[in-house]
């Protein structure tokens, strides 16, 4: 299957600052990568759709302007975290769909926002 | 819309158990359907899958049938391993239009095994 990595693994900021997380795709071009967020002990929440090339489409409730995706690449997209505040601590996790529509995900990032 | 919906966990069982998670959904027609497990802080991983009706997945031990009669995707293993402790998720993507790639997850299942 198709390996998808990410950096960091975990960040530590402060309120207000801005966290870029990256997701990259080592073996398979991804024209489509997706970010979701998971709270503690809870599923996945689909954030948006990363789209190579194009805008990314984002989930209802999801603020485009606090979420920046840059999906620059068909290996790499990349999540900002604009002015990150407490309620923002989180782990987020990329995938890409590859092979037989199957979706390979990244190990995560555990952001936590002081 | 699209929905999955897993057994209420926390599931705890001892070693050598015999396992079954419970999984149905909804959806417009012909999902394929996931397993996939999260050990502790860690991403998601596949387990197995089945990509149409009466497909057998199967992995490490743990099996799932796609019923479409039944709208059930139920994961079960004949005896579990300490290391099977994780949580896992059941989902489906629906491969047509707009939600071409999207998965639709089930809430999770927290699995513990004691030696």
């Known amino acids: 299957g198709a390996v998808v990595s990410q950096h960091p693994s975990r960040v530590i900021c402060k309120s207000g600052t801005s966290v870029k997380i990256e997701c990259r795709s080592l073996?398979?071009?991804?024209?489509?990568m997706f970010w979701y967020r998971q709270f503690p002990k809870q599923s996945l929440m689909l954030m948006a759709t990363?789209?190579?090339?194009?805008?990314?489409?984002?989930e209802q409730g999801v603020e485009k302007d606090k979420f920046l995706i840059n999906h620059a690449s068909l290996t790499l997209s990349t999540l900002t975290v604009t002015s990150a505040h407490p309620e923002d601590s989180s782990f987020y996790i990329c995938s890409i769909t590859g092979y037989a529509d199957t979706q390979y995900f990244g190990p995560g990032t555990r952001l936590t926002v002081l | 819309g699209d929905s999955v919906t897993q057994m209420e966990g926390p599931v705890t069982l001892s070693e050598e158990a015999f396992l079954t998670i419970n999984c149905t959904y909804t959806?417009?027609?012909?999902?394929?359907l996931f397993w996939y497990v999260q050990y502790p802080g860690e991403g998601l991983q596949l387990l197995l899958k089945a990509t149409k009706a009466d497909d057998k997945g199967s992995n490490k031990g743990f099996e799932a049938t796609y019923r479409k009669e039944t709208t059930s995707f139920h994961l079960e293993k004949g005896s579990v391993q300490v290391s099977d402790s994780a949580v896992y998720f059941c989902a489906l993507l629906n491969a047509g239009g707009t939600s071409y790639g999207k998965l639709t997850f089930g809430q999770g299942t927290i699995l513990t095994v004691h030696p």
């Open positions: 990363s789209n190579e090339g194009s805008k990314a489409t984002y």
């Open positions: 073996d398979f071009q991804a024209t489509t």
């Open positions: 959806a417009t027609g012909y999902p394929s």
